[in-house]
């Protein structure tokens, strides 16, 4: 024991990745919970720049183990993609393993995914990656397991199946079938490559809480992109709140010591869905731009608004959170005000509680506060103290409505960007 828990508060891209880099420092294993390669999860080493999909990111870290979490979906080929990247890049990924309970992604959760977003009524704006026809595969029950990896006969078997039953669908919309005997020659290859990595993680995990060393969960999206308390159906497919590191990398709740909540001094989101903080104008484009807000999978460009602190406290209330990690104040030096939306007003009526319905929540007209910015350069800040007055006051006022403690601030994307309070 124990374990502690890192999710997104908002729509992704917290930077997450950056802080579970700087929280190895003194953690002895890693574990991916939920999500797949839909996530892009950046690391800054130095001058070198990598960003991770399925690979938790404390692969930098020799001595901390890695583990892909039996509730990820995994494609296997983009896995095995992965690891050649990073090992060729000098990085050692002997200390991973994947568990045997993972629900595989392959080419037909893909082409399912695209067919959907192209088709149905409501265009999501996934990533692409067959995110959601793997989630439901697993929840049908007809998804394939990671263990399937060591067993290639059988693997092809499920593939074949599975992959027509797919096939007939693509039939009778229209387009195209995959070429199953092509598609599982890859498949075949990346399963050759992965089998080594397999385990039943979750007796390693046991065994590790057992021998008192410290496991540290990654989340990937955020708190508003849950399946469940997220802006449905502008949502992920699984539970990005901290109570889904649990099923998602078999850990028991008594095991739970900290909640980390990641959250970005203002706010983005990719893809389609209510944003009601959301910014059109010259301000939007100047986070965008200073913030570099275009998306580590898809490269798309990232909304951009001011912070919510009725969606991130929603969040934050559902996850548990007791430690803030505040990212990228450093986007905001240069802004002569900033604002906090407090509460919405919708249709007359104030609020400061998430609507269910997504219709709803597009009327919210948001309620700011306005305060001073402080037009001061934060990124090479080392201290709390080192924060110009107005940043304080700023920080002080977003934990206050969120109901969190602030345990860290980043005012870069490097390592070294970062200091504790
Ligand atoms: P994640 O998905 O939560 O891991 O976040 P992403 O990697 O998708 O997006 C966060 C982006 O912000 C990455 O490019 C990071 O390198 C960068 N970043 C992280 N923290 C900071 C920060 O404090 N300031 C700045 N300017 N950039 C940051
Ligand atoms: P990280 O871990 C930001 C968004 C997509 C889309 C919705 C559903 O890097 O923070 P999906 O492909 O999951 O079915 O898409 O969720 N989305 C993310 N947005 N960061 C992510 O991951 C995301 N993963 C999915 O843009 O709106
Ligand atoms: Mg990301």
């Known amino acids: 024991m124990p374990a502690d828990i890192l999710v997104g508060t908002q729509w992704g891209d917290e930077g997450k990745g950056k802080l579970i880099d700087v929280l190895t420092r003194d953690v002895d294993m890693v574990v991916r919970f939920q999500g797949g390669n839909n996530a892009g999860h950046t690391v800054e080493i130095g001058d070198q720049k990598y960003v991770l999909h399925l690979i938790p990111s404390g692969i930098f870290r020799p001595n901390v183990k890695n583990i892909v979490g039996n509730g990820v979906v995994a494609d296997p080929i983009g896995l095995m993609e992965e690891l050649k990247a990073l090992a060729a890049r000098g990085i050692d990924v002997s200390n991973l393993e994947i568990s045997d309970r993972v629900q595989l992604i392959f080419a037909y959760h893909k082409k399912a995914d695209a067919l959907r977003e192209s088709k149905a009524g409501v265009k999501i704006g996934t990533t692409g990656r067959g995110i959601g026809p793997a989630y439901s595969d697993k929840a049908n029950r007809c998804g394939i397991r990671g263990i399937e990896l060591r067993n290639p006969a059988s693997l092809e078997r499920l593939f074949r199946e599975q992959g027509e039953k797919y096939n007939r669908l693509f039939e009778q919309a229209g387009v195209e079938r995959l070429d199953l005997d092509a598609e599982w020659q890859k498949v075949a290859e990346a399963a050759a490559y992965l089998a080594p990595y397999v385990a039943n993680t979750a007796y390693t995990i046991a065994a590790a809480l057992k021998a008192g060393q410290k496991v540290l969960c990654e989340g990937a999206q955020g708190g508003l992109l849950d399946i469940d308390h997220g802006t449905y159906p502008f949502v992920t497919s699984s539970s990005t709140v901290a109570g889904g590191a649990c099923p998602g990398a078999g ?140 940043a304080q006051a700023y920080l002080n006022r977003l934990a206050e409505l969120v109901g969190a403690r602030i345990g860290i601030v980043s005012v870069g994307p490097r390592r070294d960007q970062t200091f504790e309070l």
């Open 251 to 390: 850990i028991p709740p008594q095991a739970v010591r900290n909640v980390w909540g990641v959250i970005k001094a203002y706010t983005t989101r990719v893809g389609e869905g209510p944003f009601p903080t959301e910014l059109f104008d010259e301000t939007g484009e100047a986070l965008r731009q200073e913030g570099r807000e275009f998306g580590a999978t898809t490269g798309r460009p990232r909304r951009c608004g001011w912070f919510d602190a009725v969606a991130s406290g929603y969040s934050i209330m559902l996850s548990g959170v007791n430690l803030l990690a505040v990212t990228k104040l450093d986007v905001m030096d240069k802004l002569p005000e900033v604002k906090l939306c407090v509460a919405y007003d919708i249709n007359g009526v104030r609020t400061t509680e998430l609507p269910a319905s997504a219709e709803v929540l597009e009327a919210a007209k948001p309620i700011y506060e306005t305060m001073p910015g402080w037009l001061t350069s934060t990124s090479g800040a080392k201290s709390w103290d080192d924060l110009p007055a107005a």
